[in-house]
C-alpha cells in the first residue's frame, strides 16, 4: 500500500483544515488507518484511528472533541477534519495503515505515508 498525505498548510488558531490520505496498491479496506503527529523535536504520537469499515474510531485526548477522522474505501481515502485548531497542533501528519494490533503501537503500522505539515499561528 502507497500512502499520500495531503491538505497540510498555514492556518490561524481557531481556525479548521482537512487532510487527506490517498492509497494505492494493495485494497486499503483490509487495514485499519491512522493518523499521528510529529512536532519539532517531539516524538511521533497517535491522533486518531479508524477501523477498517468506518465504523469504530479511536481519538488521543488532544484531538476528542476538534477532529474527526472518516474513510471512503470507494476512493481509498481516509480523511482528517480538524476544527479548532490550537499553536499546539503545529507538526507534520503523517498517516499509517495498520493490518492488526493496537492503533497506538507505532512499530505495528504496515505502511506510512510521507507526512503533510499543519502550522497553526497565534
Known amino acids: 500500500v502507497q500512502l499520500q498525505a495531503s491538505g497540510g498548510g498555514l492556518v490561524q488558531a481557531g481556525g479548521s483544515l482537512r487532510l487527506s490520505c490517498a492509497a494505492s496498491g494493495r485494497t486499503s479496506s483490509n487495514y485499519a488507518m491512522s493518523w499521528f503527529r510529529q512536532a519539532p523535536g517531539k516524538e511521533r504520537e497517535f491522533v486518531a484511528g479508524?477501523?477498517?469499515?468506518?465504523?469504530?474510531?479511536n481519538y488521543a485526548d488532544s484531538a476528542k472533541g476538534r477532529f474527526t477522522i472518516s474513510r471512503d474505501n470507494a476512493k481509498n481515502t481516509v480523511y482528517l477534519e480538524m476544527n479548532y485548531l490550537k499553536p499546539e497542533d503545529t507538526a507534520v501528519y503523517y498517516c499509517a495503515a495498520l493490518y492488526s494490533g493496537s492503533y497506538y503501537y507505532i512499530s505495528g503500522y504496515d505502511y506510512w505515508g510521507q507526512g503533510t505539515l499543519v502550522t497553526v499561528s497565534s
Open positions: 479508524i477501523s477498517r469499515s468506518g465504523g469504530s474510531t
